[in-house]
């Protein structure tokens, strides 16, 4: 594959209860640079994504 940039996101729902609900999401558009391994940095902005992600809900759930 020729990709010149990736998009990676996460999203996590949270069921609070009596119908409410929270969506934390996080994405991150990388520029790939020739020689770079795709599916390394796609692993690698997918983990901080999902790392993103856990930060936010525990920033709600901390100011709740």
């Known amino acids: 594959m020729n ?13 609070l209860g009596n119908f409410e609900n929270v969506k ?4 991150v558009t990388i520029s790939i640079e020739p020689g770079q391994n795709e599916d390394e940095l796609y692993s690698k902005a997918f983990e901080s994504m999902k790392k993103q992600v856990k930060n936010g809900l525990n920033k709600f759930t901390e100011a709740r």
Do not use: F, L, R
């Open 3 to 15: 990709a010149k940039e990736i998009t990676v996101g996460y999203t996590y729902t949270k069921n």
């Open 24 to 27: 934390v999401d996080a994405a």
